[in-house]
């Protein structure tokens, strides 16, 4: 491919010089640590050829999707600067745990041979950051539409679609199609873990809804489970699926082929009518005639993963969430593309009540109505506002009770505490706002002590995973995990993971880090290296931004470097779905240059050494159809895909 000459894009000098800031040096410490930290976490818990060092065996069909999320960020702290050979660890880490559990007998054909949308959505975000690193590569534009046309009725091992009630079949599907009938073994690695949660339905004989917990591990209870979840669980569409859009999103992001918009689209249409006809909330199960409550008596609750499930509201949110922001993304903004997740969030809210001042929201249905209040969370709607920018979903957030100090950032302690280091939501908006002053040297100080406390669990005895058939305990926290558990122990690597950096996404990206259950990474910006040619910030540059708004996004530059000149590229949003319009730049000495027209959605500043400025960039957001397409890799250059044999 011929390169296009620099001269076409907007060019901008930046040669003011600048005493390093306390947040640019922290940026590039932390760049440089996660590298090493990076290395040391694939030598520990890997073999020279890439395979995990773990079980000979591990039953069920759980499991895939851990190992993927915990050497996942691999791939993404590549797009953001991470060397040439942290992409080839990332590369080989996804093909070796691929294989290593094809062997176990989870995976078929590369994707999970069935498994729900909840798993498939956080095995798939390892999939889905390969966009931002090499978008030529055929092998992962292949992948990505071979795995999209498992879901839209072309695959005839994977009939998981019925394209005329745009209804996919099952809670349970993959690569092996629906699974209309689950066995203990598939739940065998399930029974430890759930012990301590309710029971999936109200009129169980073993154990009764009241006792507040449900012990799997017990024979009878487990044979229950099975025998109510094949009669009313199995067959046919739930929220939780609205999570395969994300998979369709990210191929169109590679291809541009129209079809596969269009199912996303029909897709949420299909849940937008299901919800308009039950009074405005998402019903949680459909069968496969697209009756609400086929199965399960008429009731529009108690489906997989739905509102009565242990995880009740959260398993309806965000798989909505997930799918009108992919939805947004490949409209260009439209308003009827969030319209869903709005309905949601404001149907829910009302359904709440206020409980000594604070605003007590429910999180399931049960059998005798709305239940588990708990207080309003602003976390979704801020993925929302981050996303419209419209004041209207601001107050959706604002709306929220401060039960918390919303500008405090976090550090998470406890083993299992949270997933993937996704803590500081809150704090970023807050720091959008205006309102938390300080927040990006703080936020940067709580991800060095996180890799100081994740490098320590790394190296201690626990950490060995050849000790791990004895292990009881994470980091002297011997009430939160039992490593013989099953369930558990499938975890364990992210459990020791030392890169995490939701501080770097919030910071150069503009944006909160992405929803954990198969979430796109959205961005107000992101960055290549011009001369490397490559995604990412270039060597001892650091970015961040301050502001954004409908029409512009506030964002400063800084090259610590003191001999040499480095040249980035600026992208308006991730997936290029914005257009700059303008650039003003004001120099470290105060002096504002005059605007220069942009009219792109790349803009190239060239950086002196131990230079620094800021630049309003104005806006046009989702000007552009999105795609992962580079200032140097175009969709018209790149290899057309391999056509498998059609026999």
């Known amino acids: 491919m011929t390169p296009e000459p620099a ?46 060092i773990w079980r000979e065996e591990w039953p069920g069909m759980d499991g895939s999707d851990d190992p993927y999320e915990a050497f996942m960020y691999l791939a993404l702290f590549y797009s953001v600067g991470g060397s040439d050979k942290i992409y080839d660890l990332a590369r080989k880490l996804w093909d070796s745990i691929t294989w290593q559990w094809t062997q176990y007998g989870q995976i078929d054909r590369e994707f999970d041979r069935y498994y729900d949308w909840m798993h498939h959505g956080e095995a798939n975000l390892f999939h889905y950051f390969f966009g931002f690193c090499r978008p030529d590569s055929v092998v992962e534009r292949q992948r990505a539409r071979r795995f ?84 009313r669980t199995t067959r046919g569409d739930v929220p939780l699926n609205l999570n395969a859009t994300g998979q ?24 937008q009518a299901r919800a308009d006809a039950n009074s405005g909330i998402l019903p949680d199960n459909v069968g496969l005639s697209g009756i609400v409550g086929e199965y399960n008596d008429g009731k529009w609750w108690g489906g997989h993963y739905g509102w009565r499930w242990p995880h009740g509201w959260l398993t309806i949110i965000e798989p909505t969430l997930n799918a009108c922001l992919n939805a947004y993304l490949l409209t260009g903004g439209s308003e009827e593309a969030v319209r869903l997740v709005r309905q949601q969030m404001d149907t829910h809210f009302a359904l709440g009540r206020e409980e000594d001042g604070v605003w007590m929201v429910p999180h399931k249905h049960l059998d005798r109505g709305w239940a588990d209040f708990r207080p309003a ?73 996180l890799i100081d406390q994740q490098l320590r669990r790394l190296r201690s005895e626990e950490g060995d995973p050849r000790n791990w058939d004895r292990v009881t305990h994470i980091d002297g926290y011997t009430d939160t995990v039992s490593m013989q558990t099953d369930g558990y122990a499938i975890h364990a690597w992210q459990e020791f993971c030392p890169v995490y950096f939701e501080s770097l996404v919030q910071l150069m990206w503009g944006a909160p880090m992405h929803i954990s259950h198969g979430g796109l990474q959205h961005g107000t910006v992101r960055y290549y290296d011009a001369e490397g040619r490559r995604p990412g910030l270039p060597a001892g540059v650091a970015a961040l931004v301050r502001a954004i708004t409908a029409d512009s996004v506030t964002l400063e530059l800084v090259n610590t470097d003191p001999e040499a000149t480095r040249t980035i590229v600026v992208q308006a949003g991730t997936f290029r779905e914005h257009r700059f319009t303008t650039a003003t730049t004001v120099g470290s000495d105060g002096v504002t240059e005059a605007p220069a027209d942009v009219d792109g959605e790349w803009l190239e500043v060239e950086l002196a050494p131990a230079s620094g400025a800021t630049l309003h960039l104005g806006l046009q957001r989702y000007a552009n159809d999105p795609s992962y397409e580079t200032p140097w890799s175009r969709r018209d250059d790149w290899d057309p895909i391999i056509r498998p044999r059609r026999v």
Not at 40 to 47: D, L
Not at 254 to 271: C, M, N, P, R
Not at 393 to 399: S, T
Request: glycine share 4%; hydrophobic share 40%.
């Open 7 to 52: 001269t076409v894009r907007p060019r901008l000098r930046v040669t003011s010089p600048v005493t390093a800031p306390e947040w640019a040096l922290q940026e590039r410490a932390l760049m440089d640590r996660l590298e090493d930290a990076a290395r040391e976490f694939v030598a520990r818990y890997t073999r020279d050829d890439g395979t995990l």
């Open 377 to 449: 969370s602003p976390f979704h709607a801020i993925h929302l506002w981050a996303r419209t920018l419209d004041d209207a979903d601001r107050a959706r957030v604002e709306r929220a009770p401060r039960t918390s100090d919303w500008a405090e950032v976090l550090v998470p302690r406890r083993p299992f505490a949270t997933k993937h280091f996704n803590v500081n939501t809150l704090a970023w908006f807050e720091y959008m706002q205006g309102r938390n002053p300080g927040y990006p040297e703080r936020l940067l100080a709580a991800n060095h002590e």
């Open 248 to 271: 369709f999103t990210h191929a169109y992001l590679y291809s541009g082929e129209a079809g596969l918009k269009t199912w996303v689209l029909e897709y949420l249409a299909t849940w």
């Open 148 to 231: 999209a046309g498992m879901y839209d009725g072309s695959d005839p091992i994977a009939e998981n679609y019925d394209p005329e009630l745009h209804l996919i079949r099952a809670p349970q599907s993959g690569s092996a199609g629906p699974r209309f009938v689950v066995t203990a073994e598939d739940l065998s690695t399930h029974r430890g873990v759930l012990d301590d949660y309710p029971a999936p339905f109200e009129d169980m004989t073993t154990s009764p809804y009241e006792l507040g917990r449900c012990n799997w591990s017990d024979d009878d209870v487990f044979a229950e489970v099975i025998a109510l979840m094949n009669e």
